[in-house]
């Protein structure tokens, strides 16, 4: 694990930064520094860095822009009430990054030094963790190829890199809000074979049609079958898809090469099933959800991921009609596991998983 060398950097007025802190909305202001990162095949990973938050200058024939060679994470830092700071299960998020980055030919990155530039960037911009009612500092790690060459073949460069953005409620608003989620027809996320399992833009590249589609019918998310048969319930454009039985099961789809494995996905499993939840791992058919929505026989339905943590569905649509889950209002079972999940990250209930990392 390499030491990170800090550059010195122009730090934001303390005025503008708090006024940041005030309303963070999501992902769209950013705090002073980064990391950086270099590769190339000759020295590996080298020079690393907290540098001032700067653009990239890249030559027009980098290898990102033409062949989507890229792969990024999504994590949190959260401030706890004696004003320390954690982070929760990064080193998923790094083996994570590393199966994404073989599928992409990109190089690993080692889970030391993912942690360890973490670690170091929440230090070093720790006035921009917020500590509002679920707000948290979003950090997104992403590395990408930038060998100026138009051959198909993967880049001889790479840069890693941290940035890190204040932030509150993805969906907006306060409290737990309800989303309307539209399934798709005619588009897919991925398919057998391809990169639905790492996290890469070009999945999301993919989702965003789909996604206008699903804000024209007044929905807030989209949701995609699989792609052979197109019968069963794969994902969200961001989020993995969780479903209640009335007697207390929990389903989710079980993880194939076209399903991201989310890390709150999987905390979510232990915990129902640590609540005392039959938890199934399994193909769920389009036409079985919406069957158990329409009987009551399925009493809840929600979606999870670091962005939205878990976020209840109030309702399906297609080009067929909409199906409610149970009045649109959230759930019980979804209410107490996102209750018993935003009480570990924030310190405010022991955390027997040892999920938690103090970083200062």
Request: include cysteine; charge should be negative; hydrophobic fraction near 40%.
């Amino acid at each position: 694990m390499a030491e990170f060398r800090l550059e010195t950097a122009v730090r934001r007025p303390e005025a503008e930064r708090n006024a940041i802190l005030a309303a963070p909305g999501f992902g769209s202001n950013f705090s002073d520094h980064m990391v950086v990162i270099d590769w190339d095949r000759e020295r590996g990973w080298h020079d690393h860095r907290i540098t001032g938050y700067a653009p990239f200058t890249l030559d027009p024939a980098s290898a990102v822009f033409h062949y989507a060679q890229e792969a990024f994470e999504g994590l949190k830092a959260y401030a706890h009430a004696d004003g320390s700071l954690w982070r929760f299960r990064a080193e998923v998020n790094a083996a994570r990054f590393q199966r994404s980055a073989r599928r992409l030919a990109l190089p690993e990155l080692s889970t030391g030094d993912f942690l360890a530039g973490i670690d170091r960037l929440v230090e070093v911009d720790r006035d921009w963790v917020p500590r509002g009612a679920e707000q948290s500092l979003y950090l997104r790690p992403f590395m990408f190829a930038h060998s100026a060459f138009l051959a198909v073949k993967p880049s001889a460069t790479v840069t890693y890199a941290v940035i890190a953005s204040p932030s509150g409620a993805y969906f907006g608003g306060s409290g737990v809000q309800p989303v309307k989620i539209w399934f798709s027809r005619e588009f897919s996320r991925a398919a057998p074979g391809g990169t639905g399992f790492a996290k890469c833009g070009g999945n999301y590249a993919a989702s965003m049609v789909a996604q206008q589609e699903a804000e024209a019918a007044g929905c807030s998310q989209v949701a995609f079958l699989d792609a052979v048969e197109r019968r069963y319930v794969e994902e969200l454009g961001g989020m993995n898809l969780f479903a209640v039985t009335a007697d207390g099961r929990v389903i989710t789809p079980q993880l194939t090469d076209s399903i991201l494995e989310g890390v709150t996905r999987s905390a979510v499993l232990r915990l129902a099933a640590d609540t005392g939840l039959a938890v199934e791992e399994r193909r769920l058919p389009q036409e079985e959800l919406y069957q158990g929505i329409d009987d009551g026989s399925i009493s809840e339905v929600f979606a999870c991921g670091t962005a939205a943590i878990i976020t209840p569905v109030a309702s399906f649509a297609d080009p067929d009609g909409v199906h409610v889950v149970a009045g649109g209002e959230p759930g019980a079972t979804t209410l107490s596991l996102r209750e018993q999940l935003t009480e570990i990250q924030y310190g405010l209930r022991p955390d027997p998983y040892g999920w938690m990392h103090r970083i200062v």
